[in-house]
């Protein structure tokens, strides 16, 4: 590990002011920062501690949603009884993300900041665009099993790993950011970067800018499903994984928010799913037109071409549950 600077701060605006510059970063749990060091991926020269920083509060909002504070651990969230109650899929989720002992440490901030877990990205030996930008992506033609079917490019073929992300992705989160020039929410759908040809710049959090909360919606009621296929039932990443949340009334689809993880470099939602299922009657052809609409630009890089097939029994299986369950 090369030597760095450490800074422990008092507040936000201490954070802020610490946290200026290209080469620091923020770090409360380092459950993923701290082994990126250690084999040098990542070299910042200057660590801003925000773990006193109160944003470690679980409140609800006025509109009848939750606001989760980033240093909010995964298993403090997970066991929240108004999560588990009214957004039953972000508890699954977390649950099936990491063993105990990572979820007492993980926090909400520093899961969505996640890196991917492609072998080559953490092997400085092999040329890769997100560690060293304009490398090549060793991936492409490698042991690629694990990696992106959708939204990938030709420099990067990544995926995000994070399960929260997902279930979030479906509920429709919003993330609070703070930085020198003030504060502003995204959409967590407008939080993450395709790959394009800067797989380097994941996010659009600027240079010193601070993720301090996430916002849940309203309840949305109906059925939550989580569903996480995996090489190994027990803390390892998805293949593929899908959060769903289903309102069925009258024997037709009113609701559908749906999210996926394993396929993307981001918890991808595609909106064209959702409403092919708005308003039918739930059935084994609708669940292959809607996985038929997933997949159309999905592309398969020889070691993850199973993946394809993997997602669309995946989603027919958790369309069946949901609606089953709901009608």
């Not at 492609?118 to 930008?133: I, L, Q, S």
């Not at 930085?179 to 010193?208: K, M, N, W």
């Not at 020889?302 to 027919?316: C, E, H, Q, S, V």
Request: proline share 5%.
């Amino acid at each position: 590990m090369r030597a760095f600077d450490y800074v422990r701060a008092g507040d936000t605006g201490e954070a802020l002011r610490q946290g200026a510059g290209e080469e620091t970063r923020f770090i409360a749990g380092g459950t993923n920062l701290l082994d990126l060091m250690k084999l040098e991926v990542m070299a910042p020269g200057k660590l801003v501690d925000i773990t006193r920083l109160d944003l470690g509060r679980i409140g609800e909002t006025d509109e009848g949603g939750l606001r989760i504070g980033a240093l909010v651990t995964n298993s403090d969230l997970a066991a929240d009884a108004r999560v588990r109650r009214d957004w039953p899929v972000l508890s699954r989720a977390l649950l099936a993300g990491a063993s105990g002992q990572l979820r007492n440490k993980a926090t909400t901030g520093g899961n969505l900041l996640q890196r991917t877990r492609c072998y080559y990205f953490y092997d400085r030996g092999e040329p890769c665009n997100k560690r060293e930008p304009g490398s090549g992506c060793a991936a492409q033609g490698g042991m690629n099993r694990i990696l992106a079917i959708l939204g990938t490019s030709d420099h990067c073929i990544a995926t995000h790993p994070s399960d929260m992300a997902v279930a979030m992705q479906a509920l429709g989160a919003r993330v609070e950011i703070e930085g020198q020039d003030g504060a502003r929410e995204v959409e967590l759908s407008e939080f993450y970067r395709l790959p394009g040809d800067t797989p380097h710049i994941e996010t659009v959090l600027a240079p010193g800018e601070l993720i301090t909360a996430v916002i849940l919606p309203p309840p949305a009621g109906g059925r939550q499903v989580y569903r996480k296929v995996r090489d190994r039932s027990s803390y390892a990443f998805a293949l593929v994984s899908v959060a769903a949340v289903v309102t069925v009334e009258e024997g037709r689809i009113a609701r559908a928010q749906l999210a996926f993880g394993g396929l993307g470099p981001m918890p991808w939602r595609d909106a064209r799913v959702e409403q092919a299922l708005i308003g039918e009657t739930p059935t084994k052809a609708l669940f292959d037109r809607a996985a038929d609409i997933l997949l159309a630009d999905a592309k398969g890089h020889g070691g993850n071409d199973f993946k394809i097939p993997l997602a669309r029994r995946t989603l027919a299986a958790v369309l069946t549950q949901a609606t089953e369950a709901a009608a």
